[in-house]
């Protein structure tokens, strides 16, 4: 079997089961018939694009890099929870403080995202600058994004 049919198998893989591991996902692809090991499958999702978004069952699991608008504002809510320390609105940008080498990351999971209110991401190593779309008050984007740390708050 070749690289396409594996990688199209790892996708209806991906849609179909809640996969958190390289590990998860070698042994979903033996079950199907095909014989990988690790670094294939880290190939594979690499060249896939796959990021990992919060499942219902809160376990971080693998998904499609065009998965819907709710997985990728997941995929925001959690990287947001993971990385971000601060967030304030400054001008008509946003500043979100990370610890020191974060930033980069968790800017990319904002590009990634597709904010309807976000038009970009200047990140450098604990500082991101959120640049809001024409119309959108940083402060209202401030409060969203804030509102991610929040969330499973207790």
Do not use: C, W
């Not at 396409?4 to 042994?27: C, K, P």
């Not at 610890?99 to 990351?105: D, F, H, I, L």
């Amino acid at each position: 079997m070749n690289r396409r049919e594996r990688q199209s198998t790892i996708l209806d893989l991906v849609r179909e089961r809640a996969l958190s591991t390289q590990a998860e996902v070698a042994s979903a692809l033996r079950d199907t018939g095909f014989d990988v090991v690790q670094t294939t499958v880290s190939r594979d999702i690499a060249d896939l694009g796959l990021v990992k978004v919060r499942a219902p069952s809160g376990r971080l699991v693998y998904a499609s890099p065009g998965g819907t608008d709710s997985d990728r504002l997941r995929a925001l809510g959690s990287a947001m929870r993971r990385y971000a320390i601060t967030v304030e609105a400054a001008g008509s940008l946003v500043v979100v403080m990370t610890p020191s080498g974060y930033a980069n990351a968790l800017a990319q999971a904002m590009d990634e995202a597709g904010h309807p209110a976000i038009a970009g991401t200047i990140a450098g190593d604990n500082t991101i600058f959120v640049a809001a779309r024409d119309g959108v008050l940083a402060g209202s984007l401030r409060d969203e994004l804030a509102g991610y740390l929040l969330q499973g708050a207790a």
